[in-house]
């Protein structure tokens, strides 16, 4: 695999390209979903990782370009998911679809993948050869289909990306154990170059799309990661929440938060479990309401930090919510009750620091 692109080089595709005049360095990111998951994968996630390597620099306009590949269950929803496993596979007949943000130069698309079930395809773990020309062809077709509505888009030339994606399939390794190597090798190099920056560029985070006051109150990565379920917005259920809370926040700012989580929950079907389980004492508890214990917790908190992030603030009747929601989680008796583990001490210091972070809000309320 070659490096980055020459002057000469830059030079030469710039004077090929008069439709954008933006010739930049590229993120990209090959992830995938199904009805309850969302994130990387062993060997789709290495596409992204060929299309940054290769197709930096090529005058097409995306800065950051982020594909799901969407996949089918065929398996019964998991007890308190079936009202998203439901809207999940209905959402796939209007798929694929695609966003440009021309202020960000950032592309998403979206699409269902025909290379199996979830079942099999996000279970793997293994780099395959196979599946990965078979995912980097299945998004060469995708783009194929959206392009035409693309190609209407202001500061973008989707018939570069195309060209330069079509461009890919010389670029291959001959094996997966080569494949493997080149995607551990990409992946050291882009942990090296990124350990250079401050944290937050690290991260990606566009604080413009936060309160003003949002770095001041959380000056610190674990407050902001993706990924990791001790982050309130890391796991599954406070990456969702985070979503549809920035829309909801949109139309009503000034609007109790919590009318809004009573709306998710009932959009998840999980209304009615919640507010029995609220109703119980905690010596009621059993192992069947662990998991809906657990994404009551996990939404809590994540809609505590949501408020603080997006509206610079946190309710004092909210973060009392998710502070007792900490103390649930490292009760012995209500652990045991549920079937939790013991927290580890990570878990432990991390509550204690964001714990500490909502006092300020109960404090100033009192």
């Known amino acids: 695999m070659s490096g980055r692109k020459t002057a000469a080089q830059l030079k030469a595709v710039s004077a090929l390209t008069n439709r954008v005049d933006t010739i930049s360095e590229m993120n990209a990111k090959t992830m995938v979903a199904s009805y309850g998951t969302f994130g990387g994968h062993m060997t789709i996630s290495i596409v992204g990782q060929l299309i940054e390597d290769r197709l930096s620099y090529l005058g097409h306009g995306i800065s950051d370009f982020e594909s799901v590949a969407c996949f089918r269950t065929k398996r019964p929803p998991r007890r308190t998911l079936e009202k998203h496993y439901s809207s999940f596979h209905e959402e796939l007949s209007r798929l694929p679809k695609a966003r440009w943000e021309s202020r960000k130069s950032r592309l998403t698309i979206r699409y269902e993948s025909q290379l199996g079930l979830a079942e099999k395809i996000l279970e793997d773990r293994i780099v395959s050869l196979e599946?990965?020309?078979?995912?980097?062809?299945?998004?060469?077709?995708?783009?194929?289909?959206?392009?035409?509505?693309?190609?209407?888009?202001?500061?973008?030339?989707?018939?570069?990306?195309?060209?330069?994606?079509?461009?890919?399939?010389?670029?291959?390794?001959?094996?997966?154990?080569?494949?493997?190597?080149?995607?551990?090798?990409?992946?050291?190099?882009?942990?090296?170059?990124?350990?250079?920056?401050?944290?937050?560029?690290?991260?990606?985070?566009?604080?413009?799309?936060?309160?003003?006051?949002?770095?001041?109150?959380?000056?610190?990565?674990?407050?902001?990661?993706?990924?990791?379920?001790?982050?309130?917005?890391?796991n599954d259920t406070g990456a969702d929440l985070l979503v549809a809370y920035t829309s909801w926040n949109k139309r009503y700012p000034d609007a109790n938060s919590q009318l809004f989580l009573e709306k998710l929950l009932s959009r998840w079907g999980m209304a009615d479990t919640v507010r029995r389980l609220q109703s119980k004492d905690p010596s009621e508890y059993s192992p069947d309401d662990e998991i809906s214990m657990t994404v009551l917790h996990e939404a809590l908190v994540a809609l505590a930090f949501a408020e603080l992030k997006l509206r610079g603030k946190c309710s004092s009747e909210l973060a009392l919510r998710a502070q007792s929601s900490f103390h649930r989680q490292q009760d012995p008796v209500i652990r045991e009750k549920l079937g939790w583990p013991a927290p580890t001490r990570e878990c432990v210091e991390v509550n204690k620091l964001l714990s500490s972070v909502l006092s300020r809000f109960t404090a100033e309320e009192e």
């Open 131 to 234: 599946l990965f020309s078979r995912a980097l062809d299945e998004l060469i077709s995708v783009v194929v289909e959206l392009a035409p509505k693309l190609q209407k888009k202001r500061a973008l030339n989707v018939v570069v990306f195309l060209d330069g994606l079509r461009g890919l399939s010389s670029c291959i390794p001959g094996s997966s154990e080569e494949l493997t190597k080149y995607s551990e090798h990409q992946t050291a190099e882009k942990r090296e170059e990124l350990s250079k920056l401050p944290w937050d560029e690290q991260l990606g985070i566009d604080w413009n799309a936060y309160h003003s006051t949002a770095k001041e109150l959380m000056d610190n990565p674990l407050f902001w990661r993706a990924s990791g379920d001790f982050s309130p917005h890391g």
